[in-house]
């Protein structure tokens, strides 16, 4: 095994003999025989173990056991005692998630801190396969199937390709002492369930059923990495983007026989599950224009034949400018608030304003519009709701929303970004404008 171990470091180029590690020791037998592997290959190591306190008397003994192998072998040691249940508590988490949090948090702070290479973790095959298998049972599609990585983040896992009786008859045939975590033989916990009762029938339906497994898995590994590489292909053909905007034509997806798929691989990083994309898809499909669907951090708009996709709309608190001010951010970007003498050349864009600075009156407002809201749009000599003015720019919803006035004198002076006030317009005896110009 020694051999196949350093093999398979140096195929892979995990391990650099060059730079320190962060072993994590639990002194159970996968992280003591990754220990006795990495000191027979060379490849420098500092030991951390958690002390999680879950199992009495037993963890003190884990503890003492780890400290006196990294004294016998002259290796710097970091010991843990969090408080595991506080913190469970705290984030509202199981005890298992919360003391996977604590551990990984507290690793990548002493990587940190020691300026070491990478955490180096004692997951083997048996792991693997029962990742995979949480993950299939969870629903996580081909994702899931991939597993745990080689080398992922500054995490590093160089059993992966041995099993764990490979490794305990390799700990017996060089007698590398260990502690058995009594816990491991409960089935209240999935994985344990998973690995005492399931996967053992499974296994036992042919003698060739678990190298079948794991060579399907490596392809179903593959396959999806070759499809992430056809969405990014497809997303960069179709999908546009506009400062948080993204916008997504129908005509992209709706005829596709995979259109949940791509969909769901576009928004699963906004925070979209499965069953959100399908509905999504179905929306779009029927033409149920104006349909919203919310993650926790992002909002998609089914539009006329687009799908929008945007962050949240945060509550916005008015804004007062001052005479004094000289520029103003909004969620939208930064405006200069330029004073000047009336020119030759008005700014006729539309995300920007030009206005008779002597028709209005400090302090300006500045707020999201409100249903009721009405103003008299420029070159028009009648009042129109706001609302109206919206819907007949075609604007989506997810933008309108967005959408902001500016106020002086209790009169919408300028709808920010589409249209100014007939009143506030430069015209034959304006002497100085106020520019609200857009920075770059």
Request: charged share 25%; hydrophobic share 40%.
């Amino acid at each position: 095994m020694l051999a196949a171990f350093q093999e398979h470091i140096r195929q892979k180029a995990l391990l650099d003999p060059s730079k320190t590690y962060l072993l994590a020791c639990s002194g159970g037998v996968d992280s003591m025989v990754l220990g006795f592997l990495l000191m027979k290959s060379e490849i420098p190591i500092e030991l951390a173990h958690v002390n999680f306190g879950l199992r009495g008397e037993d963890s003190n003994q884990d503890e003492l056991f780890v400290i006196q192998w990294a004294e016998e072998h002259g290796i710097t040691f970091h010991l843990h005692h969090p408080k595991t249940q506080e913190h469970a508590e705290e984030k509202k988490l199981s005890i298992q998630m919360a003391a996977r949090e604590i551990r990984y948090s507290w690793f990548e702070s002493l990587k940190q801190e020691r300026n070491l290479e990478g955490i180096i973790l004692a997951h083997h095959q048996d792991d693997q396969l029962e990742t995979i298998f949480l993950n299939l049972l969870r629903g996580t599609g081909l994702d899931g199937i991939q597993g745990m990585a080689d080398k992922k983040s500054g995490l590093i896992r160089p059993l992966l390709p041995f099993s764990k009786a490979e490794i305990e008859a390799f700990a017996n045939e060089n007698e590398i002492a260990w502690r058995e975590d009594k816990s491991n033989q409960k089935t209240d916990y999935k994985r344990n369930k998973l690995r005492l009762e399931a996967l053992p029938g499974l296994y036992a339906v042919s003698d060739d059923a678990r190298q079948n497994l794991l060579g399907s898995f490596a392809r179903m590994h593959d396959a999806g990495k070759a499809l992430h590489g056809l969405v990014q292909d497809w997303l960069g053909k179709y999908l546009k983007t506009d400062k948080d905007t993204q916008t997504l034509p129908f005509h992209a997806f709706i005829h596709h026989s995979g259109a949940n798929t791509l969909i769901f691989y576009w928004l699963r990083g906004f925070g979209f599950n499965s069953d959100q994309c399908e509905a999504i898809v179905t929306s779009a499909k029927s033409g149920e224009s104006g349909k919203q669907f919310f993650s926790a951090s992002h909002q998609l708009n089914v539009d006329r034949e687009e799908l929008l996709l945007a962050p949240q709309v945060e509550n916005f608190q008015s804004i007062f400018i001052q005479e004094q001010d000289i520029e103003i951010t909004l969620p939208e970007g930064t405006y200069e608030l330029i004073k000047k003498p009336i020119g030759d050349k008005l700014d006729s864009s539309r995300e920007n304003a030009m206005l008779d600075l002597e028709k209005l009156n400090f302090p300006f407002e500045i707020r999201t519009w409100q249903l009721g809201d009405r103003f008299i749009p420029l070159g028009m000599n009648h009042p129109k709701k706001v609302s109206d003015f919206l819907i007949d720019l075609k604007l989506p919803r997810i933008h309108k929303e967005r959408v902001k006035v500016l106020i002086s004198d209790g009169q919408i002076a300028w709808v920010i970004g589409h249209r100014i006030a007939e009143w506030a317009k430069c015209d034959g005896s304006t002497r100085t404008i106020l520019h609200f110009k857009m920075k770059n």
